[in-house]
Nanobody
Framework: QVQLVESGGGLVQPGGSLRLSCAASGSISSIYAMGWYRQAPGKQRELVAAITTGGTTNYADSVKGRFTISRGNDKNTVYLQMNNMKPEDTAVYFC??????????????WGQGTQVTVSS
């Protein structure tokens, strides 16, 4: 299995920055893509950003130019740098990993979530 642990959430003022971290452990060799999702109260969970093992990235239109997803050199940690944050970024952010079923008993893994609040 894969275990995902997020950190870095908290309270930030509009225009401020936060960096989220997601540490993966377990059968990390089975992972071929990782990403960040968020869910605000009363809304569906949505993809924020994703990155493949090869480094290909994609972002939600609402965060393009403001957020950057990256992987650590050891490939076991994924970061989400969030700049110029807006109140509408307020949500619980979840780390996600997509695994190859040839090597994993599950195809999707989720972290426990970390609260991000953007407020004055």
């Amino acid at each position: 299995q894969v275990q995902l642990v997020e950190s870095g959430g908290g309270l930030v003022q509009p225009g401020g920055s936060l960096r989220l971290s997601c540490a993966a452990s377990g059968s990390i060799s089975s992972i071929y893509a990782m990403g960040w999702y968020r869910q605000a109260p009363g809304k569906q969970r949505e993809l924020v950003a994703a990155i493949t093992t090869g480094g290909t990235t994609n972002y939600a239109d609402s965060v393009k130019g403001r957020f950057t997803i990256s992987r650590g050199n050891d490939k076991n940690t994924v970061y989400l740098q969030m700049n110029n944050m807006k109140p509408e970024d307020t949500a619980v952010y979840f780390c996600h990993a997509e695994a190859d079923l040839r090597y994993s008993i599950e195809s999707d893994y989720w972290g426990q979530g970390t609260q991000v609040t953007v407020s004055s």
